[in-house]
C-alpha cells in the first residue's frame, strides 16, 4: 500500500459506470484497499436517500459527502448538515419555472418540484422514487427549507437569471455546476472540499493521506484539498487542467486506474492509452 490512507470519489460520471451502477471491477478494487486497512467513501451532490443503497452496496464504513457538501451522513445517521431557507430565492426558483427550466428541490426525506418535466421524470425512473409537486402559488418560501436547489437546463439561461438576481440577496450562496445542465444552490460556504476537510479532521487523515477523484465542476476544490487529485477521462476539461493526474480510463475504470497507480503500485495498470504524470 501506497501513504494513500483514504480515497473519495464522485459518484455519477466518475464512480459509477454510464449506466449509474457499481462494476465487479470497481467494487474488487475497493474491496482490495479496504482489506488493506484504506478508507473509501463517496462524495455527491445526490442526497440521503438516493445513495443508500450505493452505501449498502459498498458497505461504506465511514461518513460519506451528500448534497455537494451540504451534508455529512453515515449509514445510521447523519453527522453535519446545513439548510437553505428558500425566501429570498424565491424570485429565482419561480422565474426558472416560468423560463420552463426545471427545478427540483432537496430535502432530508424527499424531493419537491413544481412541474413535472422530462427531465423529472428521468430522475424519478432512475433513482426510483417520486416527487412531490408543490403548487408554487400556495408555498410559504419563508418557512420553507432545503439542503439544495437543482435547476436543470439551458446553463447560459440558468446563470443569467441568477446573475440578474443575485445582486439583491443578502446571504452570499453557494453555487456549482455538477453537469453540463445541472445548475445548483447549497447554503453558504458549503462544498465538496470544505467537506472533506472536515471529514479529514473526524478520520484523523491529513491532506497527503488522501487521494480524490471526481469528473465535474463541484468536484474542483474537492480534488484540490487533496493530496493526490485526480481526474477521469470523461471530466469537464476545467478539472482536467487542475488534476495531478488525468485517467485515460472513463468512468470507474478510471477510478481503479487510478488506484493501480498510486495505491496497488505492484499491480500493473489494465487500462490502455497513455497516462498523465503525478
Same mark, same amino acid.
Given at each position: 500500500?501506497?501513504?494513500?490512507?483514504?480515497?473519495?470519489?464522485?459518484?455519477?460520471?466518475?464512480?459509477?459506470?454510464?449506466?449509474?451502477? &457499481?462494476?465487479e471491477r470497481v467494487k474488487s478494487a475497493i474491496r482490495r484497499f479496504r482489506a488493506?486497512?484504506?478508507?473509501?467513501?463517496?462524495?455527491?451532490?445526490?442526497?440521503?436517500?438516493?445513495?443508500?443503497? !450505493?452505501?449498502?452496496?459498498?458497505?461504506?464504513? =465511514?461518513?460519506?459527502?451528500?448534497?455537494?457538501?451540504?451534508?455529512?451522513?453515515?449509514?445510521?445517521?447523519?453527522?453535519?448538515?446545513?439548510?437553505?431557507?428558500?425566501?429570498?430565492?424565491?424570485?429565482? !426558483?419561480?422565474?426558472?419555472?416560468?423560463?420552463?427550466?426545471?427545478?427540483?428541490?432537496?430535502?432530508?426525506?424527499?424531493?419537491? #418540484?413544481?412541474?413535472?418535466?422530462?427531465?423529472?421524470?428521468?430522475?424519478?425512473?432512475?433513482?426510483?422514487?417520486?416527487?412531490?409537486?408543490?403548487?408554487?402559488?400556495?408555498?410559504?418560501?419563508?418557512?420553507?427549507?432545503?439542503?439544495?436547489? &437543482?435547476? =436543470?437546463?439551458?446553463?447560459?439561461?440558468?446563470?443569467?437569471?441568477?446573475?440578474?438576481?443575485?445582486?439583491?440577496?443578502?446571504?452570499?450562496?453557494?453555487?456549482?455546476?455538477?453537469?453540463?445542465?445541472?445548475?445548483? #444552490?447549497?447554503?453558504?460556504?458549503?462544498?465538496?472540499?470544505?467537506? &472533506?476537510?472536515?471529514?479529514m479532521r473526524h478520520m484523523g487523515v491529513s491532506r497527503e493521506e488522501v487521494m480524490? !477523484?471526481?469528473?465535474?465542476?463541484? /468536484?474542483?476544490?474537492? !480534488?484540490?484539498?487533496?493530496?493526490?487529485?485526480?481526474?477521469?477521462?470523461?471530466?469537464?476539461?476545467?478539472?482536467?487542467?487542475?488534476?495531478?493526474?488525468?485517467?485515460?480510463?472513463?468512468?470507474? /475504470?478510471?477510478?481503479?486506474?487510478?488506484?493501480?497507480?498510486?495505491?496497488?503500485?505492484?499491480?500493473?495498470?489494465?487500462?490502455?492509452?497513455?497516462?498523465?504524470?503525478?
Open positions: 500500500m501506497s501513504r494513500i490512507r483514504m480515497i473519495v470519489s464522485d459518484l455519477d460520471g466518475t464512480l459509477l459506470s454510464e449506466h449509474h451502477t &457499481l462494476t488493506a486497512g484504506g478508507l473509501f467513501t463517496i462524495a455527491t451532490g445526490r442526497f440521503g436517500p438516493s445513495v443508500k443503497h !450505493i452505501a449498502d452496496e459498498l458497505e461504506l464504513d =465511514i461518513p460519506f459527502i451528500l448534497c455537494n457538501g451540504s451534508v455529512l451522513a453515515d449509514r445510521s445517521k447523519v453527522w453535519e448538515s446545513a439548510v437553505l431557507p428558500l425566501e429570498e430565492l424565491a424570485p429565482f !426558483i419561480l422565474e426558472a419555472d416560468h423560463e420552463q427550466l426545471t427545478v427540483m428541490l432537496f430535502q432530508d426525506k424527499g424531493i419537491s #418540484v413544481l412541474r413535472s418535466t422530462p427531465e423529472v421524470q428521468l430522475f424519478e425512473r432512475k433513482e426510483s422514487m417520486r416527487c412531490e409537486l408543490l403548487d408554487p402559488q400556495t408555498v410559504d418560501w419563508g418557512n420553507f427549507h432545503v439542503q439544495k436547489v &437543482l435547476v =436543470i437546463g439551458d446553463m447560459q439561461r440558468i446563470r443569467g437569471i441568477w446573475q440578474r438576481l443575485a445582486g439583491s440577496f443578502r446571504i452570499d450562496y453557494t453555487t456549482v455546476q455538477s453537469e453540463d445542465d445541472f445548475f445548483e #444552490v447549497i447554503p453558504p460556504n458549503q462544498s465538496k472540499g470544505e467537506a &472533506l476537510k472536515k471529514l480524490s !477523484i471526481g469528473n465535474q465542476l463541484n /468536484d474542483m476544490d474537492m !480534488i484540490e484539498h487533496a493530496g493526490i487529485g485526480v481526474a477521469v477521462a470523461n471530466s469537464h476539461s476545467d478539472l482536467k487542467e487542475a488534476a495531478q493526474y488525468v485517467c485515460a480510463g472513463s468512468y470507474g /475504470d478510471g477510478v481503479v486506474e487510478a488506484m493501480e497507480r498510486f495505491v496497488f503500485s505492484d499491480v500493473p495498470i489494465e487500462s490502455g492509452g497513455d497516462q498523465s504524470d503525478y
